[in-house]
T-cell receptor
Framework: NAGVTQTPKFQVLKTGQSMTLQCAQD?????MYWYRQDPGMGLRLIYY???????DKGEVPNGYNVSRLNKREFSLRLESAAPSQTSVYFC??????????FGPGTRLTVT | AQSVTQLDSQVPVFEEAPVELRCNYS??????LFWYVQYPNQGLQLLLK??????LVESINGFEAEFNKSQTSFHLRKPSVHISDTAEYFC????????????FGSGTQLTVLP
């Protein structure tokens, strides 16, 4: 039981490049989330998926897109990276009694 | 709108001393609260939660938190800290919308000194 896995762990992009962050969970959870973490700001919700086939915007969705490929996988795409998207990105999934399980994170630097 | 305020960004404390990490919330609906811990270069792990029932909740590693509705607080305490408790601690409030997402405070860095 691996929990929530994320790839890659680290990534450096140039401004304007695109990339996809991958997330998978093996706990059969319906709900999944993408957050970004910036110093002194806690975690902020980018997008979430309440169930397979549905996605919706969170607090800071601009510049991102998501895909809920199936119940296990929820990917986050940056179409044209900007320096303001330099951050640590966390994927999470949620149990029925609202506990969220987090992946190890992806550290992204945009130059 | 819901919000979470963690009053201290940094808390240094000596080993075996007690510690309190403060958290206040604002919410107009039912309140579900969580504390998460983040060790360096890792994801967040659930420490404890309050959903209903007893207002005092405990974790397996000696932390406890008390839900205080009148003071809108959910402070985290430990009577005697260890070096291994050094980490960042986040208080979070469960949202009432369809997403049921967490609203996080800005975090408190607990540093335990030898």
């Amino acid at each position: 039981n691996a929990g929530v896995t994320q790839t890659p762990k680290f990534q450096v992009l140039k401004t304007g490049q695109s990339m996809t962050l991958q997330c998978a969970q093996d706990m059969n959870h319906n709900s999944m989330y993408w957050y970004r973490q910036d110093p002194g700001m806690g975690l902020r919700l980018i997008y979430y998926s309440a169930s397979e086939g549905t996605t919706d915007k969170g607090e800071v969705p601009n510049g991102y897109n998501v895909s809920r490929l199936n119940k296990r996988e929820f990917s986050l795409r940056l179409e044209s990276a900007a320096p303001s998207q330099t951050s640590v990105y966390f994927c999470a999934s949620r149990t029925r009694d609202y506990e969220q399980y987090f992946g190890p994170g992806t550290r992204l630097t945009v130059t | 709108a819901q919000s979470v305020t963690q009053l201290d960004s940094q808390v240094p404390v000596f080993e075996e001393a007690p510690v309190e990490l403060r958290c206040n919330y604002s919410s107009s609906v039912s309140v579900y609260l969580f504390w998460y811990v983040q060790y360096p270069n890792q994801g967040l792990q659930l420490l404890l939660k309050y959903l209903s029932g007893s207002t005092l909740v405990e974790s397996i590693n000696g932390f406890e938190a008390e839900f205080n509705k009148s003071q809108t607080s959910f402070h985290l305490r430990k009577p005697s800290v260890h070096i291994s408790d050094t980490a960042e601690y986040f208080c979070a409030l469960l949202g009432s919308g369809s997403a049921r997402q967490l609203t996080f405070g800005s975090g408190t860095q607990l540093t335990v000194l030898p």
